[in-house]
């Protein structure tokens, strides 16, 4: 053992092979965090053996003992020194021990995996002829914790939450003078709001909205879309939200998959993708005399417990996105959790910076509308700007910020300047929170907390107040919510073993629109605690460990699914745009990390003739039909696809971060051939460009959008131009002057007349990103 290499002693008695391999599959079980195949080196009595372990196909107890008795059986001499691996068992006629390198394993999960490998060789004593299988490794203390997280004190609810457009009318009828929502110049108080919404909701009434009928949301964030979401719950409908950035062809799919009855939109959104729908295009003078004829008194009450509040669409693993409909007492459910964690009231603020097609930007929106606080809606172009987000936080004093971790990391840059903001109330998720990403917001804000939660159990099912940055964890549950770790046969596993999170209760889903095969594969039976018959869990396939405090550690997934900046994405839905494509014979997409919180889409792609596809190509023929966040900013061209001796994908010959490097250069155009960078301002332009989009060579003409530019990429790059020039860039800069040379130029003119001026189109998309 190395000297550096940590140990964790297996307080029980030895004796039996078996009981050897028990233990030996709870480590492996600890060791495989984000690897489906791993190879684990077992020291049993001095004579080491390396045996393959693929989870995916042997992941239960039985079948790995077996796997592990038929690998010593042969005898097959060690690959490779245990001192070699994370984790290992070293078991010797003194004991045995659990070796682990410092960071490689949790140490308090390094106890508890050392106390069930003593556990399962005591229950093997007791039972020397029981079958593996059939060994209980649950303590008491693990049979309890679903019932301790269900029973806990702030989890018994009593009834259901208020519908929110029932608790943002009450807050009008209190005070309707009070400000509700401001967006840039505009400006409605809580009487204003709840009356421009019940107009709406007339007319939506009188267009056949009521219970479970779809309305699209194909708005900009902004007032509109505020008072859009108030209207629909008002006549009883239910809304998608739908980016009017995306290319028409995904919206069409998204408003005849959601059978929508009705489109609210504006003068923007595209007549091609709302062909054959009635649409109702706020703003317009039109509408005005449409919403005119209507009363300001609400409509009749369509409180109904079990109607839809929302239906949002997630990637999909069959090539097509999915929508998940969520009734509207989950989302009430989950608001009234989120206030146990932050304090929101009249004389509040909270800024709402998340798209639309962000679950979160429901809690954003009408977490401090069911308060009586105000919301502050960022524009588009603010929400992309760190230095706009914070003059946003510091103008209206906002205490309630929330944000995906890599939308977080420039914002605390940005809000470092100004030092801790007591007041602020900072709240995550979406992706995972790393300590060093923790450590900077709690010096900036002076509550952080983590929440975790899949689409389908209603955004948020865990928080986690973080208050020491160097222990992150996902947390408990939100009200009325059950959480079940298993392992691959559905049975609980012992505190600090990884398992598959389920989580029920009153957050659950409905289900997948249209999709009965799916949902009923996910959406499965509560067959683990005192549950009321019909309750459902969902399968999130996240693997997660619990501590004996009852807090839930995550690890990754158990399948290929990836978050990248925030969103959901099942490469499937790539790969079935990418196998369209001509030239493309085979093709694999993952997410590789190019740097802290900044997480990549890659495509791997075989090519008829073996030429590289240009990259521009490439992100147009896949920007024709997906949305920019679903489009791969690096491809790499491969000779073929790495497999395995049995014929399979390996994952581990896919080129990681740094190999990707080394293929990244920008192409040639036939007009002006790589110009190189002939002034200062090109050559500082196109260094911080090499540096963000990982391109080992740029031209004046390289276009920022086709070398794989995209709105968070430009966010990073704005913030290096303006410490590079000492000005105030804009983000749009880079939409406006896409070119190195371009920008350059700009940059310059700025310079000279003292900032940027650039036509103001907030909430409006630019066409590029979508």
């Known amino acids: 053992m190395s000297a550096d290499d940590l140990a964790t002693p297996v307080e029980a008695g030895l004796g039996l092979p078996d009981a050897e391999l028990v ?27 390396d045996v393959d372990v693929d989870l995916a196909a042997t992941p239960t107890t039985s079948d790995l003992i077996a796997h592990c008795a038929s690998a010593l059986a042969v005898g097959r001499p060690a690959g490779r020194g245990p001192a070699a691996d994370p984790i290992t068992l070293a078991v010797t006629e003194a004991g045995a021990e659990l070796r682990h390198r410092p960071g490689a394993v949790d140490p308090m999960q390094a106890t508890l995996l050392a106390e069930l490998a003593g556990r399962a060789v005591r229950e093997l004593h007791r039972a020397p002829h029981s ?12 049979r309890r914790q679903p019932q ?40 409605l108080t809580y009487g204003e709001l709840d009356a421009r919404a019940n107009r709406l909701a007339h007319l939506l009434a009188d267009r056949g909205v009521g219970a479970d009928v779809r ?19 008002k006549a009883g409908g239910c809304y998608l939200p739908v980016d009017p950035g995306f290319p028409s062809t995904r919206i069409a799919f998204l408003l005849d998959d959601a059978d929508v009855a009705v489109v609210l939109g504006d003068d923007a959104t595209p007549a091609a993708a709302t062909a054959g729908r009635p649409v109702v295009r706020l703003g317009t003078q039109q509408a005005r005399e449409q919403l005119a004829a209507w009363p300001e008194t609400p409509p009749a009450d369509p409180s109904d417990t079990g109607r839809l509040g929302y239906i949002l669409y997630t990637s999909g693993s069959t090539g097509e996105p999915k929508g998940v409909a969520v009734p509207e007492a989950a989302v009430g459910n989950l608001l009234r959790s989120v206030g146990r964690y932050v304090t929101l009231g009249p004389g509040d603020t909270a800024l709402a910076s998340s798209a639309p097609i962000f679950d979160i930007s429901t809690v954003e929106i009408f977490l401090p509308l069911v308060n009586g606080a105000r919301v502050v809606v960022a524009t588009r172009d603010q929400s992309r700007s760190p230095a706009e987000m914070v ?24 809000l470092a300047v100004g030092g801790r903001r007591e007041r602020l109330q900072a709240l995550t998720g979406g992706e995972p929170l790393t300590p060093d990403l923790a450590a900077r917001m709690t010096a900036v804000a002076g509550q952080v907390i983590n929440g975790y939660g899949p689409t389908e159990t209603t955004i948020y099912s865990t928080f986690a107040r ?4 160097a222990d992150v964890t996902i947390g408990e549950p939100v009200d009325d919510t059950t959480l079940y770790v298993v392992d691959a046969r559905d049975r609980l596993v012992p505190a600090g073993v990884p398992g598959e999170l389920l989580i029920g209760g009153r957050g659950v889903a409905r289900g997948y629109l249209n999709r009965p095969e799916l949902t009923d594969q996910l959406f499965v039976p509560d067959t683990w605690g005192p549950a009321t018959p019909g309750e459902t869990v969902y399968r999130t396939g996240d693997l997660v460990w619990w501590a004996p405090d009852g807090r839930l550690r995550p690890i990754g997934r158990i399948d290929a699914q990836m978050k990248v900046r925030g969103h959901r994405i099942e490469p499937r839905e790539v790969e079935a ?14 997410a590789r990390e190019f740097g802290p919180d900044d997480t990549r889409l890659v495509a791997f792609v075989v090519t008829r003739d073996g030429r590289p596809l240009s990259l521009a190509d490439l992100r147009a023929w896949c920007a ?42 920008s192409t040639p155009d036939g007009e002006h051939g790589r110009v190189e960078p002939r002034t200062a301002a090109e050559r500082a332009v196109a260094r911080i460009w090499r540096e963000a989009l990982w391109a080992d060579e740029l031209g004046v003409h390289d276009d920022f959008f086709e070398l794989g530019g995209d709105s968070l990429v430009a966010t990073q790059v704005t913030l290096r131009l303006q410490q590079e020039f000492v000005l105030d860039v804009p983000i749009r800069a880079i939409f406006q002057h896409p070119t190195v040379s371009e920008l350059a130029a700009a940059l310059v003119r700025a310079r000279r007349a003292g900032g940027f001026e650039l036509p103001a189109r907030a909430g409006a998309g630019e066409g590029r990103d979508g």
């Open 577 to 590: 745009r990418l196998d369209a494509h001509p030239d493309v014979t085979a093709c694999v997409v993952r």
């Open 23 to 49: 233990a030996a599959w709870a480590i492996v079980r600890a060791a495989t965090l984000r690897q489906q195949a791993l190879t684990v080196p077992l020291d049993l009595r001095g004579q080491s053996t």
């Open 148 to 187: 301790r997280w269900r029973q806990a004190a702030h989890q018994v609810v009593d009834g259901p939450a208020p519908e929110r457009h029932r608790a943002v009318s009450e807050q009008a009828r209190q005070d309707p003078t009070r400000l509700a929502v401001i967006c840039g110049e505009q400006r």
């Open 466 to 469: 973080i208050t020491d940055p």
């Open 624 to 665: 024709d039909t997906l949305p920019e966040y679903l489009v791969p900013t690096v491809c790499l061209t491969l000779p073929e696809l790495p497999r395995t001796g049995t014929g399979k994908l390996d994952e581990r010959a896919l080129p990681d971060a740094v190999r990707i490097r080394a293929g990244l250069t």
């Open 131 to 142: 079958p593996p299988s059939d060994l209980d490794l649950l303590s008491d203390d693990d």
């Open 391 to 414: 003059r946003l936080i510091d103008a209206y004093d906002v205490r309630f910020v929330q944000a995906t971790p890599t939308a977080w990391r420039p914002l605390t840059d940005a």
């Open 215 to 233: 309305v699209a949301l194909c708005l900009p964030p902004g007032i509109d879309l505020v008072v859009s979401m108030l209207a629909v719950l």
